[in-house]
């Protein structure tokens, strides 16, 4: 399995605008998580999915944020309209069924909002 | 809600040195604590993952070691190298939400 695949790597867009981040999940995980990390308050948890459903988005810091998992393989988070203060790097992780069971992250999307 | 500690912020040791990172966590109710590496603009990786019931788990150079009761995880690495630099993070899961601490910074000086 080539992991959990997050896409683009890189996105810079002028404030006002629409940003969709997408995850693709290792095949089976049944959990998903949403995370953004910045350096002033390091990995914040925004969302989670067990089997496709959101479990607990309390997390996500605005109206403006939003996360869907339409099936088991794909996952998007998106914020519209984008504001510079959402500049930062956001991870995408999944894991197996069960409580515990290892986390893989993917790559992370920079995101850069000017 | 979970707050995730880690001591040091950042830690600088010669090679061939031993150290211990140190993670606290406030909610002793947990299903398990991870700890993760991160290199400079990666993803994070999975190093060691304690369940609530282990004391310890170890793997090669890294042990990492889990009291539950007081809120503490450490994580021990024998004979460091520079290959070792990078952060260090914690996670801790309860109630299928995982938390992470900020992290410690590793340099390992050849």
């Known amino acids: 399995d080539a992991g959990v695949i997050q896409s683009p790597r890189h996105e810079v867009t002028e404030m006002g605008q629409e940003v969709t981040l997408r995850c693709k999940p290792i095949s089976g995980h049944n959990s998903l998580f949403w995370y953004r990390q910045t350096m002033m308050r390091g990995l914040e948890l925004l969302i989670y999915f067990n089997n496709n459903v959101p479990i607990d988005d309390s997390g996500m810091p605005e109206d403006r944020f939003s996360a869907k998992m339409p099936n088991a393989s794909f996952s998007t988070l998106k914020i519209q309209p984008s504001e510079p203060r959402d500049s930062a790097v956001y991870f995408c992780a999944s894991r197996l069924p069960g409580a515990n069971t290892e986390a893989f992250f993917g790559q992370g999307t920079r995101l850069t909002v000017v | 809600k979970q707050e995730v500690t880690q001591i040091p912020a950042a830690l600088s040791v010669p090679e061939g040195e031993n150290l211990v990172l140190n993670c606290s966590f406030t909610d002793s109710a947990i299903y398990n604590l991870q700890w993760f590496r991160q290199d400079p603009g990666k993803g994070l990786t999975s190093l060691l993952l304690i369940q609530s019931s282990q004391r310890e788990q170890t793997s090669g150079r890294l042990n990492a070691s889990l009291d539950k009761s007081s809120g503490r995880s450490t994580l021990y690495i024998a004979a460091s190298q520079p290959g070792d630099s990078a952060t260090y993070l914690c996670?801790?899961?309860?109630?299928?939400?995982?938390?992470f601490g900020a992290g410690t910074r590793l340099t390992v000086k050849p």
């Open positions: 996670a801790v899961e309860d109630n299928n939400d995982m938390r």
